[in-house]
């Protein structure tokens, strides 16, 4: 079974870049849908960005053209790379590995890491 952690958080001032990782174990993690998911203190977790194992990407229409998914599955690794971050993208994220090629719910995903934490300043 696939085992997920999730690095490359921190805080930082809007219009900054950030590459979130997203580091599997795991044999499979090839075969998976890999998602980006976040969550703002108080909010539900939402759905942010997904890659299927042949690298079609899809996302939230609020991120496209400044947040990008990809993935090296030599390196059993899917990357979030976040560019003119907001304040509103303040939350935890957190990548999730689905079975489905498209899966943009949380209930798609049964598989998840521990999030690390994306602070925007204004």
């Known amino acids: 079974q696939v085992q997920l952690a999730e690095s490359g958080g921190g805080l930082v001032q809007a219009g900054d870049s950030l590459r979130l990782s997203c580091a599997g174990s795991?044999?499979?993690?090839?075969?998976?849908?890999m998602g980006w998911f976040r969550q703002a203190p108080g909010k539900e977790r939402e759905f942010v960005a997904a890659?299927?194992?042949?690298?079609?990407?899809y996302d939230k229409e609020s991120v496209k053209g400044r947040f990008a998914v990809s993935r090296d599955n030599a390196k059993n690794t899917v990357y979030l790379q976040m560019n003119g971050l907001k304040p509103e993208d303040t939350a935890r994220y957190y990548c999730?590995?689905?079975?489905?090629?498209?899966?943009?719910?949380?209930?798609?995903?049964?598989?998840w890491g521990q999030g690390t934490q994306v602070t925007v300043s204004s």
């Open positions: 890659i299927t194992w042949n690298s079609v990407t």
């Open positions: 999730g590995a689905s079975a489905m090629s498209t899966a943009t719910l949380r209930t798609h995903y049964n598989l």
């Open positions: 795991g044999r499979t993690f090839s075969f998976y849908t």
